[in-house]
C-alpha cells in the first residue's frame, strides 16, 4: 500500500487528504503537523464514519525529514485547487517501496508524536473553500471545562 505523508494539518492539507482518500488507488495517508490534535476533531465527514486511512500525527517538529519514511511527502503550501489536484495525479502515479510504519522510526529518533485514529473520517468531498470555512469555525469556537 502507498504510504504518504501530508505535511500540515490546515486547510490545505485536510482538503489534499481528502483528495487522495477519494483516489480507488488503496493508499495510507498521514497528515502531519507540528500541533498536538488537528483543529476541531469533531468528524469532518458527512453520514456514517468510513474506514478512512488517515492518520494524524502531531508534535512532529516542521524540519523534521521524512522523505525515507514515505513514498510521497506532499506539502500544502497552496491556495488554489488546481495545485492540490496536481499532487494528487502525482501520488496515483508514484511507486510503493513497502516501508514500515513511519510512527516507529518518528518515536525511534526520539520525535514524542501524538496521534489520532478515525476521527478524521475522509473522503469529505468538501471543496477548499469549505475546509477553510470548517477550520475557521473550529477554531474561533470557545473551549469551557
Known amino acids: 500500500m502507498l504510504r504518504i505523508a501530508v505535511v500540515g494539518a490546515n486547510a490545505t492539507g485536510l482538503y489534499l487528504s481528502d483528495l487522495l482518500m ?4 488503496p493508499m495510507h495517508i498521514d497528515l502531519i503537523d507540528q500541533a498536538p490534535a488537528p483543529a476541531g476533531l469533531a468528524p469532518y465527514g458527512k453520514g456514517k464514519p468510513s474506514a478512512s486511512t488517515v492518520r494524524f500525527i502531531g508534535n512532529v517538529p516542521a524540519d523534521t525529514e521524512l ?8 506539502d500544502t503550501n497552496f491556495q488554489v485547487e488546481i495545485e492540490a489536484k496536481a499532487r494528487v495525479s502525482k501520488a496515483i502515479f508514484s ?6 510504519d513511519p ?13 489520532w485514529l478515525g476521527g478524521l473520517n475522509l473522503p469529505a468531498g468538501y471543496s477548499l473553500a469549505q475546509w477553510h470555512a470548517l477550520l475557521a469555525t473550529a477554531t474561533g469556537a470557545p473551549v469551557c471545562f
Request: proline letters at 0%; aromatic letters at 4%; hydrophobic letters at 35%.
Open 22 to 25: 477519494s483516489c480507488k488507488r
Open 67 to 74: 522523505d525515507s519514511l514515505y513514498d510521497l511527502v506532499l
Open 95 to 100: 511507486t510503493s517501496g513497502n516501508l514500515s
Open 103 to 115: 510512527l516507529k522510526a518518528l518515536q525511534a529518533r526520539g520525535i514524542a508524536t501524538t496521534t
